[in-house]
């Protein structure tokens, strides 16, 4: 007696039941639904960001303006030779421009800092507190106490014929003032530290 062909089992795919259009049509809306709140996520993630970047520059030039801070031209970063001098500033002090190949230490010297050298360092984010000489000895004082309370990135230093019996200086910025106010010296120290057109620049040793 001959046996009977066996029926091919359907196989576990076969069994498989197709999802129906309407299954298919609500995949299809499950899938839009996660690819617009992803898009959303992402536009609300960076409007949010630039958001707070524009709300801090607002306030950052808010608290310029009430310091009375004043904003030069930028006159570039170019490297004189070693003891050449430049005397186009467009400031006094300067805050940009032709500078000598070496910046000074930070910290307080008793000496007065070149123009060509003091640019130097204000490329590297230093803020220059400068007093003119004979300023009343407690004034100097309180500066100097200032500068030390910075770990880096400050000089404190006399300044012939300053303009004004105090100045502070970053790069394209200039306040100046009638007396040592130290908490707008140190709000401007603040706002421009590491602020400079090559910030992080570590400070010369002074030994």
């Given at each position: 007696?001959?046996?009977?062909?066996?029926?091919?089992?359907?196989?576990?795919?076969?069994?498989?039941?197709?999802?129906?259009?309407?299954?298919?049509?609500?995949?299809?809306?499950?899938?839009?639904?996660?690819?617009?709140?992803?898009?959303?996520?992402?536009?609300?993630?960076?409007?949010?960001?630039?958001g707070?970047?524009?709300?801090?520059?607002?306030?950052?030039?808010?608290?310029v303006?009430?310091?009375?801070?004043?904003?030069?031209?930028?006159?570039?970063?170019?490297?004189?030779?070693?003891?050449?001098?430049?005397?186009?500033?467009?400031?006094?002090?300067?805050?940009s421009?032709?500078?000598?190949?070496?910046?000074?230490?930070?910290?307080?010297?008793?000496?007065?800092?070149?123009?060509t050298?003091?640019?130097?360092?204000?490329?590297?984010?230093?803020?220059?507190?400068?007093?003119?000489?004979?300023?009343?000895?407690?004034?100097?004082?309180?500066?100097?106490?200032?500068?030390?309370s910075?770990?880096s990135?400050?000089?404190?230093?006399?300044?012939?014929?300053?303009?004004?019996?105090?100045?502070?200086?970053?790069?394209?910025?200039?306040?100046?003032?009638?007396?040592?106010?130290?908490?707008?010296?140190?709000?401007?120290?603040?706002?421009?530290?590491?602020?400079?057109?090559?910030?992080?620049?570590?400070?010369?040793?002074?030994?």
């Open positions: 007696m001959t046996a009977k062909p066996r029926r091919p089992q359907p196989s576990n795919r076969s069994r498989r039941r197709r999802p129906s259009a309407a299954e298919r049509a609500a995949a299809r809306r499950r899938r839009r639904l996660r690819t617009i709140a992803w898009v959303t996520a992402a536009v609300l993630l960076v409007g949010g960001a630039i707070f970047a524009v709300l801090r520059s607002q306030a950052n030039a808010r608290a303006r009430a310091l009375g801070v004043q904003t030069f031209p930028n006159q570039g970063q170019e490297h004189l030779q070693p003891g050449q001098d430049y005397t186009a500033y467009n400031s006094t002090p300067p805050t421009g032709p500078h000598d190949p070496s910046p000074a230490p930070c910290g307080i010297s008793s000496q007065p800092i070149p123009n050298v003091q640019v130097h360092d204000l490329e590297h984010g230093v803020v220059m507190v400068q007093y003119r000489p004979g300023l009343d000895p407690a004034q100097v004082s309180a500066l100097e106490a200032l500068g030390r910075y770990s990135h400050v000089i404190v230093a006399p300044y012939p014929n300053l303009p004004t019996p105090v100045a502070a200086t970053a790069w394209t910025k200039l306040l100046r003032l009638d007396h040592a106010d130290v908490g707008k010296l140190r709000r401007f120290i603040d706002l421009f530290r590491q602020k400079g057109p090559e910030a992080g620049v570590a400070c010369p040793s002074s030994g």
